[in-house]
């Protein structure tokens, strides 16, 4: 079977979930496009927003759709690491230690406000988000796969929170916000939501089987050398903008790699354009990067430095 007709399967499959996911989150076709971006290319979703627009929602209907184990975690103060991680405890019906783990073995976990928790906490994620793996009392945990973090957390409300450092930060592939609904979208939520939640009647249309194939299967799109060298240009004019304090990493060079890739799929391409990188950019790399205090005091954000960005580095034109 050709890759092209591979990926065509792939993104018939992606657009079913997408769909799925469509009939719960009403008027947010990008925010459920950059949710399935994430989980083709292998990401983990930071969803940022104002309450009450659907962050956990969203996260739930994506969950729901794919028939895998599912993990919630509300953050609050007081969890501990191993609250999320797991622990080892003594058994003694068998005389010896036991791992009992956590809820980041699961598939799809959603961590509900992340930035509620101690920097303790947040840090115990690193590793898992990263490498896919936990280490417990020496032990090494590996992950299943797929393997997807979605987590929430409301920028405007700080007391009681704790801001998630740049390490952390870099470990998710997206940031997307969702967002007010238009008038259309509102009306039509009240219609479908005002009765009961739409969730409860949430079917899954894929399996974690399923899920891997596709992910294993994005990564033969193609990526032309002009476009290879399009994409590093992009990620390293970040870090020589002139307000641009600490630029993308090369962790998210390849993370852009990996989502254009995965938007090509669901745009029904098997090789990746530089559309892909300009339509990805403005989600991946701006909650990677930190402003000069002069640039923050003259109200300039992450979002207009990439815009700079995307706007001085020419694009391949064959």
Request: with cysteine.
């Amino acid at each position: 079977m050709t890759t092209a007709t591979t990926l065509g399967k792939v993104a018939k499959l992606a657009h079913a979930i997408e769909d799925n996911v469509a009939t719960v989150i009403r008027g947010k076709p990008d925010a459920v496009r950059l949710a399935m971006v994430g989980l083709l290319a292998e990401g983990h979703l930071l969803i940022e927003d104002v309450p009450g627009v659907g962050k956990t929602l969203l996260a739930k209907s994506l969950a729901r759709s794919i028939d895998c184990s599912v993990q919630r975690v509300q953050f609050t103060p007081d969890l501990l690491p191993s609250d999320v991680t797991g622990v080892t405890v003594y058994s003694p019906d068998t005389g010896e230690f036991e791992f009992k783990p956590g809820p980041i073995f699961a598939n799809v976990v959603i961590g509900d406000e992340i930035n509620r928790a101690g920097p303790k906490t947040q840090s115990a994620m690193l590793e898992a988000m990263e490498e896919r793996t936990v280490t417990i009392d020496g032990t090494t945990h590996e992950l299943g796969s797929p393997f997807l973090v979605m987590a929430t957390q409301n920028p405007i409300e700080l007391e009681g929170t704790y801001p998630l450092p740049e390490a952390q930060r870099d470990r998710f592939l997206l940031r997307l916000a969702l967002g007010y609904p238009d008038l259309d979208a509102e009306l039509d939520i009240l219609r479908t939501h005002g009765r009961g939640s739409t969730l409860d009647q949430l079917r899954p249309v894929a399996d974690a089987s399923q899920v891997s194939q596709m992910i294993r299967a994005v990564r033969d799109a193609h990526v032309s050398e002009a476009v290879e060298h399009y994409l590093v240009a992009v990620c390293r004019a970040t870090r020589e903008h002139g307000e641009v304090e600490l630029g993308a990493s090369p962790r998210g060079t390849l993370g852009l790699l990996r989502a254009t890739r995965a938007n090509a799929v669901l745009e029904g391409r098997d090789f990746v354009v530089p559309d892909d990188i300009k339509a990805i950019a403005p989600h991946l790399l701006p909650h990677r990067l930190i402003m000069r205090p002069e640039a923050q005091l003259a109200g300039r954000t992450p979002e207009e430095a990439v815009a700079d960005v995307l706007a001085g580095v020419p694009a391949p034109t064959e």
